[in-house]
């Protein structure tokens, strides 16, 4: 079974997801935004889980400070979009510089993956939807195959969709698109032609902010109009 966990850090107040494989203990980390101790406690000793790889959203430091660290730590990988290549390497480009500390990447410490890719992680398939507009690489993982529940009265289980979606969509809004290589236009199209056409019953779990899902977003997000 899939577990998702989540703990906010950082200055921004940053979801990072831990995509858990409750059979196994493996885990997935997403966005390790900062406070990388605090990131190897809580997998050490609250999720008692065994890391495999960490995957970014999007390249700006508020996703990522503490993946060097938390990488390290277990002798994992990082994998991000190829198209934020340049704001792995810029603190410019991916803000720290301007409103923290400066966070740099040799292409050396990262690999990438690229829009459409599936990748297969957690005996699952992951799904990489690109979604330019907030940063080039913006990036979406959906796992059809995502948590199981079972509706109240209901004999039998089923299967919710996940999408975890970085700071292209949030809950009744989306991401800011004035940083380097944001683009309003293109960030309405990733969002209206790539993630509101996925099933109503995907739940969405954001970079910032509260879970949603795509049935609310199309009714409610004013990127969808």
């Known amino acids: 079974m899939l577990k998702i966990s989540k703990f906010v850090t950082g200055p921004l107040e940053t979801n990072v997801y831990f995509l858990i494989d409750t059979d196994t203990h493996k885990c997935v980390i997403?966005?390790?935004?900062?406070?990388?101790?605090?990131?190897?406690?809580?997998?050490?000793?609250?999720?008692?889980?065994?890391?495999?790889?960490?995957?970014?959203?999007?390249?700006?430091?508020?996703?990522?400070?503490?993946?060097?660290?938390?990488?390290?730590h277990y002798g994992i990988g990082i994998r991000v979009n190829a198209l934020d290549e340049s704001h792995m390497q810029d603190p410019e480009k991916n803000l720290s510089k301007r409103f923290y500390q400066p966070v740099s990447f040799l292409p050396s410490e990262y690999d990438t993956f690229k829009d459409g890719d599936t990748l297969r992680l957690l005996d699952?398939?992951?799904?990489?939807?690109?979604?330019?507009?907030?940063?080039?690489?913006?990036?979406?993982f959906f796992i059809e195959e995502g948590l199981s529940y079972t509706p109240n009265g209901a004999a039998e289980s089923k299967i919710c969709p996940v999408l975890i979606?970085?700071?292209?969509?949030?809950?009744?809004?989306?991401?800011?698109?004035?940083?380097?290589?944001?683009?309003?236009?293109e960030l309405f199209k990733?969002?209206?032609?790539?993630?509101?056409?996925?099933?109503?019953?995907?739940?969405?779990?954001?970079?910032?902010?509260p879970q949603t899902s795509i049935a609310l977003e199309k009714r409610y997000n004013p990127a969808a109009y």
């Open 124 to 140: 699952r398939d992951i799904k990489v939807i690109g979604t330019p507009g907030h940063t080039p690489g913006s990036s979406c």
């Open 165 to 185: 979606a970085g700071d292209t969509l949030f809950q009744g809004s989306f991401g800011r698109t004035d940083f380097p290589g944001g683009s309003e236009e």
């Open 30 to 72: 997403i966005d390790p935004a900062d406070n990388a101790d605090h990131i190897i406690n809580i997998i050490d000793n609250e999720l008692l889980a065994t890391p495999l790889l960490i995957l970014l959203t999007h390249a700006h430091f508020d996703h990522m400070t503490a993946a060097k660290e938390v990488a390290q």
């Open 190 to 209: 990733s969002i209206k032609e790539k993630l509101l056409v996925l099933p109503d019953n995907t739940s969405v779990f954001p970079g910032h902010g």
